[in-house]
């Protein structure tokens, strides 16, 4: 069991680091937010399993309130660049 | 036995999510991107959560789990929707291959509405007239009665 923990770990910081270089890379400002709603994904994922790894199930608790924020900023910024705001990619 | 189930369905999470990060890095633009993140990650999510409460096996955490599961399921559509029509909008540029966009000259620029190009008599007329050239809506309407 530890060790599939420990892989299911690793696997998921792979696929942070992975998402991380689209989130530098991304050549336009909606790429970014796409990948950073990804990333918010990965730490929701990454949540669940702490919870198993550590056997606290309060962790579910703040896996939800993850995911809402993590709601709330997309919608944030595609109305941000739907209005047409001032912006640098 | 219950910890084969979770070991099975942690390992299948991570992978749908690294398949996710690997699309949304080798993809080639916005939307196809979008395709890949929105459901790869969903999925993962909702296995993840699927493994936790399979481990706690408590009535509250399940219902815990639950309530995140239904819950990206009904905010990640609408958050890549919203994502999507901004990119629209901003004018992302779209892959190379791309076969057709059905919304070309569809949008008010100003008012951001979406119209069909059907609106007025004439355009109606004009489409009824080539009805093999653009298959794209109904033309008869639908009678309240049958």
Partial sequence: MQFVIYLTFAILSLSMIVIFVRLIMGPTLPDRVVALELLASVIVAMIGAYAIYTDTSSFIDVAIVAALTAFLAAIGFARFLERGGPRDD | ?146
């Fill in chain 2, 1 to 146: 036995m219950i910890d084969w189930i979770i070991k099975f369905l942690m390992l299948t999470s991570s992978i749908f999510i690294l398949l996710a990060a690997v699309g949304i890095l080798r993809l080639p633009d916005l939307l196809t991107r979008m395709h890949a993140s929105t459901k790869a990650g969903a999925l993962g999510i909702t296995l993840m959560m699927l493994a936790a409460s399979f481990h706690f096996f408590e009535t509250v955490v399940m219902a815990k789990s639950l309530a995140v599961i239904i819950f990206i399921l009904i905010t990640a559509p609408v958050a890549a929707h919203a994502i999507g029509r901004a990119g629209y909008f901003v004018g992302v540029p779209v892959w190379t291959k791309t076969v057709k966009d059905e919304l070309i000259n569809c949008y008010d620029p100003k008012s951001h509405r979406l119209m069909s190009g059907l609106e007025t008599e004439e355009e109606l007329e004009i489409y009824r007239q080539n009805l093999d050239f653009k298959p794209r809506i109904r033309v008869k309407r639908r009678e309240p009665g049958d």
